[in-house]
């Protein structure tokens, strides 16, 4: 089964900190990844998105990496401000799967002015 | 580009009533898209991918019957909640995939149902 994991699923840190949010999935053999940042009651802002042939994209503050043989992506966040307190999903979708976007459960991030 | 927008934002019901909501793709087409369902503090749960001019498929376990899912142009796709229950209340959202967003996903902004 294809299955997307996140951790940790909080985390708290002060302002100006750098972090790093994992993501993990099952089966190498991954069409893209995706990560989103939904705020408390709205939908999804996409914020990098990864191909299977690329390693890493960068956008601002934020740079995303893939290693598939590990199965593995993380999402480093630089400097980071109050203003980044949401939830932060990873999506993976399949070759096999129909293109189908499945989603880790999250982590909530939490910036302490 | 690559805009999907989602109606209505929220809605609230009776219990037994039916719910439609849609999801059209502004400024490219969608021959595929696809509808989730999230509860409080969850991340979303896949409830079937929606095919232009055929009949969607259901993950396992989202009874069909329940869920109509209708893509009958290009550009839109409706989810319609029928005979609703207080327990299909929750944060419904629809996405696409398209090659303007190579090939990434866009979602709605999603619709919060409340069946009363």
């Known amino acids: 089964k294809q299955e997307v994991t996140q951790i940790p699923a909080a985390l708290s840190v002060p302002e100006g900190e750098n972090l790093v949010l994992n993501c993990s999935f099952t089966?190498?053999?991954?069409?893209?990844l995706q990560w989103f940042r939904q705020d408390p009651g709205k939908g999804l802002t996409s914020l990098l998105l990864?191909?299977?042939?690329?390693r890493e994209q960068t956008s601002g503050r934020l740079n995303a990496s893939l290693d598939k043989s590990s199965g593995r992506s993380t999402l480093y966040i630089a400097a980071s401000q109050p203003g980044d307190s949401a939830t932060y999903l990873c999506?993976?979708?399949?070759?096999?799967?129909?293109?189908?976007?499945?989603f880790g459960s999250g982590t909530r991030l939490l910036v302490r002015p | 580009g690559a805009v999907v927008s989602q109606h209505p934002s929220w809605v609230i019901c009776k219990s037994g009533t039916s719910v439609k909501i849609e999801c059209r793709s502004l400024?490219?087409?969608?021959?595929?898209m696809f509808w989730y369902r999230q509860f409080p503090k969850q991340s979303l749960m896949l409830m079937a991918t929606?095919?232009?001019?055929?009949?969607?498929?259901?993950e396992q376990g989202v009874e069909k019957d329940k869920f109509l899912i209708n893509h009958a142009s290009l550009t839109l796709s409706t989810l319609t909640v029928t005979s609703a229950h207080p327990e299909d209340s929750s944060f419904y959202i629809c996405?696409?995939?398209?090659?303007?967003?190579?090939?990434?996903?866009?979602f709605g902004s999603g619709t919060r149902l409340t069946v009363v």
């Open positions: 996405s696409a995939r398209t090659d303007r967003f190579n090939y990434g996903y866009t």
């Open positions: 999506a993976v979708s399949w070759v096999d799967s129909s293109y189908k976007l499945i």
């Open positions: 990864i191909q299977s042939s690329q």
């Open positions: 929606s095919n232009e001019g055929s009949k969607a498929t259901y």
């Open positions: 400024d490219f087409q969608a021959t595929t």
């Open positions: 089966d190498s053999a991954i069409y893209n």
